[in-house]
């Protein structure tokens, strides 16, 4: 079983910290480490450095060697640009094709927090025995509290296939992440939901197999880049076939794979932080809130306040603010629009304003 830690996002919602040069999985914004480095952490439990992958862009692939230096750099599997999990996928299966076509892969997103660590790796190497066993695809799912929008919920059968200690269910239904609130609060009622937590898990041979059947322009490219892996044109090659691949959600080959295959009920918390409200919620529970130095506060209620400059910041009565200032940026939002800031990020780049991405 070999686990890919995936990353290459920028993390627009937490702009103005997460920048193009630093994106959010790499700010040491938890207890002063970062999620990468916590991911990369919760991996090496169960693997040795040499049995894990990463697979990112090339200028986070410099912030990542960094971090963990042990990780062989052949390892590494360099995408060209950003082309969303689609490609990306794709991209990583090819290249674990040419390793081992039939040994199981997932891939393990290093932009959320896992815990407890220790059974991250344990559930890994036992959805990996399943993937030998049956060949289906898995991929994670969580039991949700409540019915949060914008995210994919899966309507899941009642009873569970239980291997390894691990609960399987297979899928009834894909719950898309525009589902009206009273759909799925009926769904949650029925306690049969899953939320999409991703962690893809298949052989290279069988997931590029799907890709054919189910994103034929995204197996041209990727048929041409495996011929040349190894080669001396090898870089020319990926370079010019990988912008070929039509950005996308890898959910085009899965939505459709997954009505025979299983989701695993992840055996340990799973936390997201796409946006501003989320990092604050997580720090302010677990007594890491550290909004840095020279910053008086006044009777303020439910504020949020994150700042690298040294100048003095005084706040007075704010409510329901999210205040991130660094060093040429400043954001002042409310609550209710933290999941808005990527506008800015858009406005940003329309604007010829990219020294601030």
Known sequence: MKPILICGGIGKKLWPLSRYDLPKHFLPLFGGKSLFELSYQSLRLGFKPEEIFVQTVPNQAKIARKIVPEIPLRNYFIEPETRDQGPATGFAAAKLFKIN?????????????????????????????????????????????????????????????????????????????????????????????????????????????????????????????????????????????????????IERVTQAELESGYIVELPFKWTDFGTWEAIARYQLANNQYQPGENITEI???????????????????????????????????????????????????????????
């Open 101 to 249: 076509p039939d040994e199981p892969f997932m891939i393990i997103q290093a932009d959320v927090l896992r815990d407890p660590v220790e059974k991250v790796s344990e559930m890994i190497k036992k959805v990996g025995l399943l993937v030998e066993k049956e060949g289906k695809i898995v991929t994670g799912g969580l039991r949700p509290e409540y019915a949060a929008m914008g995210v994919d919920y899966f309507s899941v059968e009642r009873k569970a296939v239980v291997f390894q200690g691990l609960k399987f269910y297979r899928m009834e239904k894909w719950l898309v992440r525009d589902t009206e609130r009273e759909v799925l609060d009926k769904y949650l009622a029925k306690k049969t939901v899953l939320t999409h937590t991703n962690h893809y898990a298949w052989t290279p041979r069988l997931m590029l197999e799907a890709i054919r059947r189910r994103a034929p322009d995204w197996h041209r490219p990727l048929e041409k880049m495996m011929r040349a892996f190894g080669a001396k044109e090898e870089e020319a090659v990926v370079n010019e076939e990988y912008r070929k691949m039509e950005k996308g959600p």
């Open 299 to 357: 009777g303020g209620k439910n504020y949020f306040v994150i700042k690298e400059k040294e100048k003095m910041l005084a706040t007075l009565g704010v409510k329901d603010l999210i205040v991130v200032d660094t060093a040429d940026a400043l954001l002042i939002c409310h609550k209710d629009k933290v999941g808005e800031v990527s506008e800015v990020v858009k406005i940003l780049k329309e604007k010829g304003k990219e020294k601030y991405l």
